[in-house]
C-alpha cells in the first residue's frame, strides 16, 4: 500500500525555521512528482510547493517563494520542505502527497478530490 507520512511541524515564533519531511513507505518516489499542500482551519487545500521526480522542476505558491525550498533524496525516499521566515499567515496543518505527473505546477494547483493524503504534520506559527 502507498503511503505518506508526514513529519517535522511544530510551533515556532514569527520569522523562524521548520524542516518538513515527507517520507514513503511502500513505494519509490523515484518515478512521482511530489507536492506540499497545506490547509488552514476552516480553509480550502492549496497548493505550496511541488517537485518533478527528478527533482529539476520546482513550483512554488506567490506566498512563500523566497521563504521556502522543496528538494528530494531519492535514495532516502524522502522529500523535504525547509520554511524559512516564517509568517503566522503560514499556520496549517501540511500535507504531501505523489503523482505521476509531468507538470508540478498542475501539480499544485490542479487539487483533485481524489488524490490520497497522509495525516499530515501541523505548522504553528506564533505573532
Known amino acids: 500500500q502507498l503511503q505518506l507520512v508526514e513529519s517535522g511541524g511544530g510551533l515556532v515564533q514569527r520569522g523562524g525555521s521548520l524542516r518538513l519531511s515527507c517520507a514513503a513507505s511502500g513505494f519509490t518516489l523515484d518515478d512521482y512528482a511530489i507536492g506540499w499542500f497545506r490547509q488552514a482551519p476552516g480553509q480550502g487545500r492549496e497548493g505550496v510547493s511541488c517537485?518533478?521526480?527528478?527533482?529539476?522542476?520546482?513550483y512554488y505558491a506567490d506566498s512563500v517563494k523566497g521563504r521556502f525550498t522543496i528538494s528530494r533524496d531519492n535514495a532516502k525516499n524522502i522529500v523535504y520542505l525547509q520554511m524559512n521566515s516564517l509568517k503566522p499567515e503560514d499556520t496549517a496543518t501540511y500535507y504531501c502527497?505523489?503523482?505521476?505527473?509531468?507538470?508540478?505546477?498542475?501539480?499544485?494547483?490542479?487539487?483533485?478530490?481524489?488524490?490520497?493524503w497522509g495525516q499530515g504534520t501541523q505548522v504553528i506559527v506564533s505573532s
Open positions: 502527497a505523489a503523482e505521476r505527473l509531468s507538470s508540478v505546477r498542475a501539480m499544485c494547483i490542479v487539487i483533485p478530490r481524489t488524490r490520497s
Open positions: 517537485i518533478g521526480a527528478s527533482g529539476g522542476s520546482t
